[in-house]
Each structure stands twice: as structure tokens, then as C-alpha cells.
């Protein structure tokens, strides 16, 4: 790896010599430019442009730097021998063609359980457009999602989704809906049809006088008669007190049978 780094993170099939090393980076010279003083190679950029703005002076010698664009070691460089290090991959050729290759080797998508193969031309396109494993942006809940649940979380799981309450019918993100939405909703009682905030609304039919229920002495009277509560209370008070007496005596009886 620390060769792979000198020589420019190129794998060369021979050694390179040493004077095409630039004497900032120590790797391979690229877009080479030469000095008048004493015959300097460097790379155009970051080297060259980083020297000039620190002391504009040759970095072996220490005259004043100027150079000139050195086409005939760029010709040499380009023609150095260098072989693809990508996994599978046999070719050897030279430097100037080395890009060119790459287009076309062989590639694998690195993302956690994707499974893709193909050329290289096509892995960013893979990765920009299909890959499974690709993590996008959520613009509801800002959180990042992967592409094959992607659909699943924008419909079911998101919180800023859109979310219709079932009570109101208000519209709003889900999180508030649920949340916030909460306290503030208001439905109307089905009996009497008074509109109530949701969270009361239980309270509120355990007295609500339009709401049916069933005469509370039915199991001892067989009075089976189901009416709105502001009628029951009359209705139970037209019972026979003593009969009532006798059937809950009655059934205290029976309960203390079985007891002993």
C-alpha cells in the first residue's frame, strides 16, 4: 500500500525512476512541469501552485522558481506500464490507457447486501438510480432510508407522512395527528350529538342524558326496557320498592347458600 501511495496509487509493472518523482508529493510526476534553474519536475497542481505560494523558489536548488510545461515527460509518464488493480482484472498496458480501460472492468457494488455486478462505466449509475442498498433522504422525517423500503416507509411509517385523523377528519403530518392533535380534537356525542374534545368524550356519555341504557333493576324485576337516561330515572321509580327489597333479599340468600 505505501508503494501503491509513492507511485501515485498506480500499480506499475517496473520501477519508476526516480526523476520522475516530484520532490513535494514523492509520487509519480502528473501534468509535469520543469525548471529553468536546475531541471525540476513537479506536478502542475496541488504541488507547483502550493510552492509558488509559500516561497516561489525551487524546492532543490532554492533559485528563483520558473518553469515550463514539460510535454515530452508527460509522454514519457503516459507511456510508463502499469496493470488494472481491480479484482479479476489481467490487463496490463500503458498509463494513457489506463482510464480508458477502467471504464469497462470489471465492478462490484461495495454497499452492504447488494449483490450487483457488471462494468464500471455502469456502477455509479447502479448506485445513483437502482441499488436496493442505497440510503435516500426522507423529507418527511429527515431520516435516511433504504431504497427497497423506501415506498414501505413514506405510506406506513413516516411521521411527517400525510395522516387524516378518523374522528375530525383534520389533515396533518402523522406525528401530529397522534400527538399534539390530541388534545384539540373535538367529535360529536352519537346520542346527543354534542360536540366534545375526544379525550372527554368517555367521561361525557357515562352521563349523557340521550344516551339508551337499561333499567338497573332488571335482573330483579325482569323489567328489560332499554330508553334514554333522562327517562330511566322516572321510569325506575315507578318499581315497587318492596318488591325490590325482596329480590335483593332473596338473592342475598341464595348467596349465602352457597357459601356455606
Not at 1 to 30: A, T
Not at 36 to 55: H, M, Q
Not at 140 to 168: A, L, P, Q, S, W
Not at 188 to 197: F, G, I, K, Q
Amino acid at each position: 500500500k505505501m508503494e501503491d501511495d509513492r507511485n501515485g496509487g498506480y500499480s506499475f509493472v517496473d520501477e519508476v525512476p526516480k526523476e520522475l518523482n516530484c520532490p513535494i508529493c514523492i509520487c509519480v510526476v502528473r501534468e509535469a512541469y520543469q525548471s529553468t534553474c536546475c531541471g525540476a519536475l513537479y506536478c502542475d497542481r496541488p504541488c507547483l501552485t502550493k510552492l509558488e505560494s509559500i516561497s516561489n523558489k525551487c524546492a532543490l536548488c532554492r533559485e528563483e522558481l520558473d518553469c515550463f510545461e514539460d510535454k515530452a515527460c508527460n509522454r514519457r509518464v503516459r507511456s510508463l506500464a502499469v496493470k488494472c488493480d481491480r479484482e479479476l482484472s489481467k490487463w496490463t498496458g500503458e498509463l494513457g490507457q489506463l482510464e480508458n480501460h477502467q471504464c469497462k472492468a470489471f465492478a462490484k457494488c461495495d454497499r452492504k447486501y447488494c449483490q450487483w455486478t457488471g462494468e464500471l462505466w455502469q456502477l455509479q449509475q447502479h448506485q445513483w438510480n437502482d441499488c436496493d442498498s442505497a440510503m435516500l433522504d426522507c423529507k418527511g422525517c429527515c431520516d435516511k432510508i433504504r431504497r427497497d423500503k423506501f415506498e414501505v416507509h413514506i405510506e406506513h411509517r413516516c411521521n411527517g407522512r400525510t395522516y387524516t385523523c378518523v374522528h375530525c377528519k383534520t389533515e396533518g403530518t402523522y406525528q401530529f395527528i397522534v400527538g399534539k392533535h390530541v388534545h384539540t380534537c373535538e367529535v360529536a356525542c352519537e346520542d346527543c350529538h354534542l360536540v366534545v374534545r375526544r379525550k372527554e368524550l368517555t367521561g361525557h356519555k357515562a352521563s349523557c342524558p340521550k344516551q339508551v341504557v337499561s333499567c338497573k333493576y332488571k335482573y330483579m324485576v325482569k323489567c328489560f326496557l332499554k330508553c334514554a337516561r333522562e327517562k330511566m330515572e322516572e321510569h325506575e321509580k315507578s318499581h315497587n320498592i318492596n318488591d325490590i327489597i325482596k329480590m335483593e333479599q332473596f338473592t342475598y340468600y341464595k348467596m349465602c347458600e352457597k357459601e356455606w
